[in-house]
């Protein structure tokens, strides 16, 4: 039975890899695979995923109006593979949910599951909800602690709060952390009365 999966982690827990990893097992097995990553995210080039690792590879990309079905899809494609997929519509995830299970068509997505702010990505938080297998890739934080969180940081490393829910960038941007760490400057005297203390 074809799936939807959804494999996510922080930021640097090595998804481009992963999923460039899987292309090359289907592709060395004799099966075609279709490669796509969202088209504003240019870190390594228009159209290319790319890794930490340096690995790289021309792929097709999808914006918000990209549609993904049977007729699209084209003939004898083995696995749709999507890097940065928390950039997909919450239509586009249904589209692809249901890509796996009336093509049956293995469909696996990389990507983060919430922004810079601990809130949810519209495409992360379908396909948390759709996905019919979830695996939370690891990496740690500075403190070697589990990295869950994605902290935004200017250009002197302090955390950004606020802004845009999509500004792109790298290592020079984002740090993946715990969520002690990214709660660690947290600064803000405001609760509720009585609530914890």
Do not use: W
Request: with cysteine; hydrophobic share 40%; charged share 25%.
């Amino acid at each position: 039975m074809s799936k939807l999966y959804f494999r996510y982690a922080a930021m640097n827990a090595g998804k481009s890899t992963a999923l460039l990893q899987a292309a090359h097992n289907y592709e060395e097995r004799g099966m075609k695979v279709r490669l796509l990553t969202a088209a504003h995210d240019e870190r390594a080039g228009a159209g290319v995923i790319g890794s930490r690792l340096g690995l790289q590879r021309a792929v097709e990309t999808f914006g918000p109006r990209t549609v993904f079905d049977a007729a699209g899809l084209g003939a004898g494609v083995a696995c749709v593979l999507i890097d940065e997929a928390q950039f997909l519509t919450p239509e586009q995830v249904r589209q692809l949910h249901r890509l796996a299970h009336r093509e049956h068509l293995p469909v696996i997505c990389y990507g983060l599951r919430s922004d810079f702010r601990g809130e949810a990505f519209p495409g992360a938080a379908m396909l948390l909800t759709l996905a019919d297998d979830l695996e939370e890739m690891k990496t740690i934080c500075a403190c070697a602690r589990k990295a869950s969180m994605n902290m935004r940081i200017d250009d002197e490393g302090r955390r950004v709060k606020e802004g845009e829910q999509v500004v792109i960038g790298g290592n020079e941007r984002y740090r993946a952390v715990c969520p002690s760490c990214f709660y660690s400057d947290d600064d803000d005297p405001v609760r509720a009365p009585g609530l914890f203390g």
